[in-house]
T-cell receptor, first 116, second 113 residues
Framework: AQKVTQAQTEISVVEKEDVTLDCVYE???????LFWYKQPPSGELVFLIR??????QNEISGRYSWNFQKSTSSFNFTITASQVVDSAVYFC?????????????FGKGTRLSVIA | GEEVAQTPKHLVRGEGQKAKLYCAPI?????VFWYQQVLKNEFKFLIS????????ETGMPKERFSAKCLPNSPCSLEIQATKLEDSAVYFC???????????FGQGTRLTVV
């Protein structure tokens, strides 16, 4: 069975601090996809990144970066120089070999509060 | 359309009443998914469709929940005889033919009172 664990329920940081959100996953599939979504207070789900299991290269997009390590089954997300607008609930998710037709398994989310 | 459109945005029903939610997937997307997000942020997969056919319904509470995706109509999720525990945000997502990430709608917040 697939499982995603986000051990940090809530994190609070002061603006401009760096923050890392942890994600650990379990799957028996050899091919799978990992995702991060942002859910701001307005409630919509904003897609941030998709990574397939064959691509362990770290990714950077502006202030966001992701560290994928198959050896530890982790897909951590770092926000550099956090801003108040980063305050949201962040979800890590996992899908099976075909990310378009297998449902996502979500973690329980990490609520990030960035204080000015 | 270029985005997944869910209606209504908010829905309030008395316990025991019926609730019907709608989802128009992105044009050209063959797969539609329904998820339920309860108040503690937990997502639960309900059902998926490939065009008008049920693809995976392993998460669907079949007693009171039903769903359809008919040609040339928005997909729908219907809850008969709603219960307080059905209060949640229901998200619809669509994706292309078996690959690519799923795109989510804005969600429908159902409140059962």
């Amino acid at each position: 069975a697939q499982k995603v664990t986000q051990a940090q329920t809530e994190i609070s940081v002061v603006e401009k601090e760096d923050v890392t959100l942890d994600c650990v996953y379990e799957t028996r599939d050899t091919t799978y996809y990992l995702f991060w979504y942002k859910q701001p207070p307005s409630g919509e789900l904003v897609f941030l990144i998709r990574r397939n299991s064959f691509d362990e290269q770290n990714e950077i997009s502006g202030r966001y970066s992701w560290n994928f390590q198959k050896s530890t089954s982790s897909f951590n997300f770092t926000i550099t120089a956090s801003q108040v607008v980063d305050s949201a609930v962040y979800f890590c998710a996992l899908s099976g070999p075909y990310s378009g037709n297998t449902p996502l398994v979500f973690g329980k989310g990490t609520r990030l509060s960035v204080i000015a | 359309g270029e985005e997944v459109a869910q209606t209504p945005k908010h829905l309030v029903r008395g316990e025991g009443q019926k609730a019907k939610l709608y989802c128009a997937p992105i044009k050209g997307h063959s797969y539609v998914f329904w998820y339920q997000q309860v108040l503690k942020n937990e997502f639960k997969f309900l059902i998926s469709f490939q065009n008008e056919n049920v693809f995976d319904e392993t998460g669907m509470p079949k007693e009171r929940f039903s769903a359809k995706c008919l040609p040339n109509s928005p997909c729908s999720l219907e809850i008969q005889a709603t219960k307080l525990e059905d209060s949640a945000v229901y998200f619809c997502a669509s994706s292309q033919r078996g690959y690519g990430e799923a795109f989510f709608g804005q969600g429908t917040r159902l409140t059962v009172v």
